[in-house]
């Protein structure tokens, strides 16, 4: 649970570190952007989520079971040692907790966070904007009960006051879903579940995106583009 806590504080600086590398390079168009941040985004990510159990599986098991290391350490000082049966059970363990750990908190942070981030919008950012509403909104409703009926406020109004659907938006998308894809062929052995819990996080995953991006995003521009960019 601690290296998951680790691992989400240091996704938060990584992610500034590539954008703020990305920008440095000042591309000419948003395709050579987008490339060389997903580039940077997944090889920091990569290591961040796959350095702990690649360790478990790969390195430790040959660190902790040399002649060499057993017959220099005592039992009292071996800080790390796994099972009998090997260190499987342990990697078992790690991965439920940082692959479940992180849909969960992915789920719960997508969908709330968008919810919050356009509250605090309306009440600190446009404030005046809906106070303005508000007071046209109250002047029809006396001029005429039947305008009741009508929804007083435009669909522009409304969506000016959501978040807007940056060229990045997606991006952490394709991110959550590779990094899944990995977490499934890497260690599906050890933990054999892993294809019905990213199946289950899936399906809510698609409802999630669909309630954030129709109701708390500004409705998107169209770009013309062969592909999905690197993601391909």
Known sequence: ?????????????YEILAIWLTNVELHRTDKTYEASLTIKMFLFQFVNYYASIFYIALIKPLIIYKPTY????????????????????????????????????????EFYFSKLWNMCRKRITF??????????????KKLDEQI????????????????????TTLFYEYLEIILQFGFVTFFCLSF?????????????????????????????????????????
């Open 148 to 167: 009741l009926t009508i929804n007083l406020k435009r669909s522009y109004e409304e969506d000016f006051l959501l978040q807007t659907f940056e060229l």
């Open 70 to 109: 057993l017959d220099r350490h005592s039992k009292a000082f071996r800080f790390e040692e796994c099972d009998v049966s090997g260190c499987v059970w342990e990697l078992s363990i790690q991965l439920i907790i940082i692959m479940i750990g992180k849909q969960l908190i992915s789920n719960i942070w």
């Open 192 to 232: 054999p579940l892993a294809p019905l819990f990213a199946f289950i996080n899936n399906i809510f995953e698609i409802r999630i995106d669909a309630l954030k991006v129709v109701k708390e995003f500004r409705r998107p521009v169209a770009r013309r583009a062969m592909g999905i960019g690197t993601w391909n």
């Open 127 to 140: 404030r005046h904007t809906v106070r303005q509403i508000n007071e046209r909104n109250a002047k029809m």
């Open 1 to 13: 649970l601690i290296n998951l806590i680790i691992i989400l504080i240091l996704q938060y600086f």
